[in-house]
Structures are given as structure tokens and as C-alpha cells.
């Protein structure tokens, strides 16, 4: 495996990593689960807070909304499932990329 191959792989796992604990600690402090539906709130410090927090938990959110969807609501459709896959691996992969590059900034990986 190439140096750049495991790089990404590593970014890949960070992204999924911080948007699980995110996820996580939100539920654990607000007793409810996080959702797309925090943007909703109107025109409040909590909807500019929201923003930061959804960009990098988004990518668990959206894997949870999708299985989620897939068993209760009885969706057959694997295209939508797999979309979903792409779309939040990619997702994770570009904010595991920024954490990373942040880490490297402020000296705490080589």
C-alpha cells in the first residue's frame, strides 16, 4: 500500500471516528439525537453553532439516516444505499483531510 493509499485510508477513518464521537457527545449532553433539523431554528446562535458541528458530524448522520431508513421504512432501493455510502465516504475523507491538516499545523502528527 502507498504511502498517499494509507494517508487517505487514515483521513477516511479520522472523518468517521469525529463525526461518531460528535454525534455521540451531542446525544450524551442534549438527551436527543443529532439531526439534520438543528438548521431549522431560525435565526439563533444556535443555528450558527450548528453549522461547524454538522459539517464534520454529517457524514455519520447521514449513514444512520440511511440504514435507519432502509429498516424501518422498508426502502429496497441499494442505488439510494449506495449513493449514500459514496456520498459519506467522501465526505469523511475531506473533513479527516482538514483534521489532519489541522494536526500537522499545530505540530501534533509529522
Do not use: H, K
Given at each position: 500500500m502507498s504511502a498517499d493509499a494509507l494517508n487517505s485510508l487514515f483521513s477516511l477513518l479520522i472523518g468517521f471516528a469525529l463525526a461518531?464521537?460528535?454525534v455521540?457527545?451531542?446525544?450524551?449532553?442534549?438527551?436527543?439525537?443529532?439531526?439534520?433539523?438543528?438548521?431549522?431554528q431560525g435565526v439563533a446562535p444556535?443555528?450558527?453553532?450548528?453549522?461547524?458541528?454538522?459539517?464534520f458530524a454529517a457524514p455519520f448522520l447521514i449513514m444512520r439516516n440511511t440504514l435507519l431508513g432502509r429498516r424501518l421504512e422498508q426502502r429496497h432501493r441499494v442505488e439510494f444505499v449506495m449513493m449514500a455510502t459514496v456520498l459519506s465516504g467522501f465526505w469523511s475523507l475531506m473533513s479527516g483531510t482538514f483534521?489532519?491538516?489541522?494536526?500537522?499545523?499545530?505540530?501534533?502528527?509529522?
Open positions: 461518531g464521537a460528535l455521540s457527545g451531542y446525544q450524551a449532553l442534549a438527551q436527543r439525537p443529532a439531526g439534520f433539523g438543528l438548521l431549522q444556535r443555528s450558527f453553532v450548528a453549522v461547524p458541528f454538522l459539517m483534521v489532519v491538516m489541522a494536526l500537522r499545523a499545530i505540530g501534533l502528527l509529522a
